[in-house]
């Protein structure tokens, strides 16, 4: 019997329409986080499906399911730092300098923390996706190199805008631990390749009922 796949898109268009609407926020950061959230749920569905395969697959899921949950908080985590950082530059106008500061500060400080725990998190998703597509179960190993290229892309992003919310020619110690956890996700994903087991069943085949997905 044939059976139509269940919704699951409700929350995920209302996100999107939010991000192209003429809003400020949500925006680069919050997509960023949005790319983690989803490549972490890509680990966390491949190392549940490679606990046959490779002893260190229940761990990897493990992490991956606390890093899909922090992805998830990161999403409005980055709205809420922009939206707050805003309101603290309209109610320090006219101020003092020292005022001013003491106003602004707690609030530039958020705009770069919460990017800056985008990256980290996106580099040590993709760092288990690496693990799992070399380890784990060889059907799901074009889910984990996904995985892998979502959150190496989403480490860039986060830096980058880590560095829009840093002054011009900053020499923030932040900013250079982001591109490094940026580069070294880039690196860890590039070699990996989609292929399956030679002469393997295709990505259907892989995905059906006599598969071992359970």
Same mark, same amino acid.
């Given at each position: 019997?044939?059976?139509?796949?269940?919704?699951?898109?409700?929350?995920?268009?209302?996100?999107?329409?939010?991000?192209?609407?003429? @809003?400020? +926020?949500?925006?680069? &950061?919050?997509?960023?986080?949005?790319? +983690?959230?989803?490549?972490?749920?890509?680990?966390?569905?491949?190392? #549940?499906?490679?606990?046959?395969?490779?002893?260190?697959?229940?761990?990897?899921?493990?992490?991956?399911?606390?890093?899909?949950?922090? !992805?998830?908080?990161?999403?409005?985590?980055?709205? =809420?730092?922009?939206?707050?950082?805003?309101?603290?530059?309209?109610? /320090?106008?006219?101020?003092?300098?020292?005022?001013? $500061?003491?106003?602004?500060?707690?609030?530039? $400080? #958020?705009?770069? $923390? +919460?990017?800056? =725990?985008? =990256?980290?998190?996106?580099?040590?998703?993709?760092?288990?996706?690496?693990?799992? /597509?070399?380890? &784990?179960?060889?059907?799901? %190993?074009?889910?984990?190199?996904?995985?892998?290229?979502?959150?190496? /892309? !989403?480490?860039?992003?986060?830096?980058?805008?880590? !560095?829009?919310?840093?002054?011009?020619?900053?020499?923030?110690?932040?900013?250079?631990?982001?591109?490094?956890?940026?580069?070294?996700?880039? !690196?860890?994903? %590039?070699?990996?390749?989609? @292929? *399956?087991?030679? *002469?393997? @069943? &295709?990505?259907? %085949?892989?995905?059906? %009922? &006599?598969?071992? @997905?359970?």
């Amino acid at each position: 019997m044939h059976r139509t796949p269940q919704k699951r898109t409700g929350s995920l268009n209302s996100f999107l329409s939010a991000l192209a609407s003429d @809003r400020p +926020v949500p925006a680069g &950061g919050s997509a960023a986080a949005a790319a +983690v959230a989803m490549a972490a749920g890509l680990v966390e569905k491949s190392a #549940r499906l490679s606990t046959a395969q490779w002893i260190g697959a229940s761990n990897v899921g493990k992490r991956a399911a606390v890093l899909r949950k922090l !992805a998830a908080i990161l999403v409005d985590a980055d709205a =809420t730092a922009y939206t707050d950082y805003v309101k603290a530059l309209r109610s /320090a106008r006219g101020l003092h300098t020292a005022e001013r $500061e003491r106003i602004l500060a707690p609030a530039r $400080e #958020r705009i770069v $923390e +919460v990017p800056l =725990t985008i =990256t980290r998190a996106a580099a040590e998703v993709a760092e288990l996706a690496v693990m799992i /597509a070399m380890h &784990g179960n060889p059907n799901l %190993r074009s889910d984990a190199t996904v995985a892998a290229h979502l959150a190496a /892309a !989403a480490a860039q992003s986060a830096a980058t805008t880590l !560095a829009a919310n840093l002054p011009a020619a900053s020499d923030d110690a932040r900013l250079a631990e982001a591109r490094s956890l940026a580069s070294e996700a880039s !690196a860890r994903a %590039r070699p990996l390749h989609a @292929r *399956g087991r030679a *002469g393997g @069943r &295709g990505r259907g %085949r892989a995905r059906s %009922r &006599g598969s071992g @997905r359970r």
